[in-house]
């Protein structure tokens, strides 16, 4: 009995990825944790490993085709005791493949439909409802797995798979007794904002506006397509206001040198442990602040708000082909020099492409800098499910009045954009004052 292996969901959010490189070919033998394929996402390059044991009979999508849906079908695995050089029936597997091409083709070319109200449930949303709930119904496993369930009398609908989107596999078959009791199965529901459907574009196609001979026309890569999604989708659903304060920052500037000029050897003898930066110093005390004034630490639901008990804080990182935020997950307990290494490796794997999913999607809040660039000022968009995000400009050399004093001091401004069903103005306020607090005394991190 043939299976489909299919296009696989590497992340809550992916709905496509390009399948870069196959690690195999058409007759191979596999087994489950072999690596099949790499498949490049809109923020990294991951491998696909196999979750069962078979002879690959056909590779159905080409090495580098970009923009597979996830649960295309992109290979025949031949199961126990079919001949791999024999012929392989994938009329359905073509046919799924030739269904989501014509489905994508029309929805293209279709005029946009009138929306429904809420009270008249539409022919489409009842048949989806439909598939969902036999979908739902359904025991998903592998050949493999369904033989050795027959041969040892284990109910498959009593197992927890643990493979792709929980298909049971042979190790779930042979872990479990016959007749064993259903175990519960974790489920993660996905709220609706989630699902980072924009609103369709109501402004023209810039290129009615100029000649082909006028402009070079530079394709979207699937980074950008998901920046573009996400960040549309942030501005249009979530009600953004913004509160921007200075701060001083002489005291942090010589206490980084002072840390930095203490810095011990690393393992090598002559590359420094650490080496601080002054954004290192602004995610600590952002973490901190979060934990001041944890009203800001929050994420919005339709039902409730999420009061988050760590500061995992995102820090957003320049790549050439766009920007990604990966996240330093319990900020507020680590301490400079550990915080600074994290960051610095986060970075270098961003711009390989070789972060984890769960390594920049989900976070409680994130800073933006673009001081090294000489920014004095901006704002950010939220990143959802955050519910604010701090937009840092660069330290600059002006006068103050201190004590009725005019004196020089280095002022670096920070906004914070906030989600107002979250916080309020106070409420941000009372954080930016904490915020300040850290970052002119950075002394105060240690209390």
């Given at each position: 009995?043939?299976?489909?292996?299919?296009?696989?969901?590497?992340?809550?959010?992916?709905?496509?990825?390009?399948?870069?490189?196959?690690?195999?070919?058409?007759?191979?033998?596999?087994?489950?944790?072999?690596?099949?394929?790499?498949?490049?996402?809109?923020?990294?390059t991951m491998e696909f490993e196999a979750v069962d044991e078979g002879r690959i009979g056909k590779l159905l999508v080409a090495e580098g085709a970009e923009g597979v849906k996830v649960n295309t079908p992109i290979a025949i695995l031949l199961g126990e005791g079919e001949d791999a050089n024999s012929p392989v029936d994938i009329s359905t597997a073509m046919s799924s493949i030739k269904a989501a091409v014509s489905a994508e083709a029309k929805d293209v070319k279709a005029e946009p439909a009138p929306q429904p109200t809420a009270a008249e449930p539409t022919p489409h949303s009842e048949a989806r409802a439909a598939t969902s709930a036999s979908k739902d119904e359904r025991v998903f496993a592998s050949p493999l797995a369904r033989r050795i369930a027959a041969q040892k009398g284990v109910d498959l609908a009593a197992l927890a798979g643990s493979g792709p989107r929980g298909r049971i596999v042979k190790a779930?078959?042979?872990?479990?007794?016959?007749?064993?009791?259903?175990?519960?199965?974790?489920?993660?529901?996905?709220?609706?904002?989630?699902?980072?459907?924009?609103?369709?574009?109501?402004?023209?196609?810039?290129?009615?506006?100029?000649?082909?001979?006028?402009?070079?026309?530079?394709?979207?890569?699937?980074?950008?397509?998901?920046?573009?999604?996400?960040?549309?989708?942030?501005?249009?659903?979530?009600?953004?206001?913004?509160?921007?304060?200075?701060?001083?920052?002489d005291a942090l500037?010589?206490?980084?040198?002072?840390?930095?000029?203490?810095?011990?050897?690393?393992?090598?003898?002559?590359?420094?442990?650490?080496?601080?930066?002054?954004?290192?110093?602004?995610?600590?005390?952002?973490?901190?602040?979060?934990?001041?004034?944890?009203?800001?630490?929050?994420?919005?639901?339709?039902?409730?708000?999420?009061?988050?008990?760590?500061?995992?804080?995102?820090?957003?990182?320049?790549?050439?082909?766009?920007?990604?935020?990966?996240?330093?997950f319990q900020a507020e307990d680590k301490g400079l020099a550990v915080l600074s290494n994290e960051v610095k490796s986060l970075a270098a794997r961003a711009r390989d492409k070789k972060l984890k999913p769960q390594e920049y999607e989900g976070g409680t809040f994130a800073i933006s800098n673009l001081g090294m660039f000489g920014i004095s000022h901006f704002t950010a968009v939220i990143n959802p499910p955050h519910a604010g995000i701090l937009a840092v400009g660069a330290g600059v050399e002006k006068p103050v009045v201190t004590a009725g004093k005019i004196e020089i001091a280095t002022v670096m401004s920070v906004t914070m954009s906030c989600d107002h069903r979250v916080i309020d103005g106070a409420t941000g306020s009372r954080f930016l004052a904490v915020f300040k607090q850290f970052v002119e005394d950075p002394a105060a991190m240690l209390l």
């Amino acid at each position: 009995m043939t299976t489909q292996i299919l296009m696989p969901a590497l992340s809550p959010t992916m709905e496509e990825g390009k399948l870069a490189k196959w690690h195999v070919k058409e007759g191979d033998e596999v087994h489950s944790g072999d690596i099949l394929a790499e498949i490049e996402t809109d923020k990294a390059t991951m491998e696909f490993e196999a979750v069962d044991e078979g002879r690959i009979g056909k590779l159905l999508v080409a090495e580098g085709a970009e923009g597979v849906k996830v649960n295309t079908p992109i290979a025949i695995l031949l199961g126990e005791g079919e001949d791999a050089n024999s012929p392989v029936d994938i009329s359905t597997a073509m046919s799924s493949i030739k269904a989501a091409v014509s489905a994508e083709a029309k929805d293209v070319k279709a005029e946009p439909a009138p929306q429904p109200t809420a009270a008249e449930p539409t022919p489409h949303s009842e048949a989806r409802a439909a598939t969902s709930a036999s979908k739902d119904e359904r025991v998903f496993a592998s050949p493999l797995a369904r033989r050795i369930a027959a041969q040892k009398g284990v109910d498959l609908a009593a197992l927890a798979g643990s493979g792709p989107r929980g298909r049971i596999v042979k190790a779930d078959v042979e872990k479990a007794q016959p007749g064993a009791a259903a175990k519960p199965v974790a489920s993660r529901s996905t709220p609706a904002a989630v699902s980072e459907a924009s609103a369709p574009s109501v402004l023209p196609d810039a290129r009615l506006f100029f000649k082909p001979d006028e402009y070079e026309e530079i394709p979207h890569d699937s980074m950008r397509k998901a920046i573009a999604k996400r960040l549309t989708a942030s501005t249009t659903s979530i009600p953004h206001f913004y509160l921007t304060i200075d701060c001083r920052i002489d005291a942090l500037l010589a206490a980084r040198k002072r840390l930095n000029d203490a810095s011990p050897k690393g393992p090598d003898g002559k590359t420094a442990a650490y080496k601080l930066s002054v954004n290192d110093f602004l995610v600590k005390a952002a973490a901190l602040a979060l934990k001041k004034v944890p009203e800001v630490n929050a994420s919005w639901t339709d039902s409730a708000v999420l009061r988050h008990k760590h500061a995992d804080v995102g820090v957003a990182v320049a790549l050439d082909f766009g920007l990604i935020t990966p996240i330093v997950f319990q900020a507020e307990d680590k301490g400079l020099a550990v915080l600074s290494n994290e960051v610095k490796s986060l970075a270098a794997r961003a711009r390989d492409k070789k972060l984890k999913p769960q390594e920049y999607e989900g976070g409680t809040f994130a800073i933006s800098n673009l001081g090294m660039f000489g920014i004095s000022h901006f704002t950010a968009v939220i990143n959802p499910p955050h519910a604010g995000i701090l937009a840092v400009g660069a330290g600059v050399e002006k006068p103050v009045v201190t004590a009725g004093k005019i004196e020089i001091a280095t002022v670096m401004s920070v906004t914070m954009s906030c989600d107002h069903r979250v916080i309020d103005g106070a409420t941000g306020s009372r954080f930016l004052a904490v915020f300040k607090q850290f970052v002119e005394d950075p002394a105060a991190m240690l209390l």
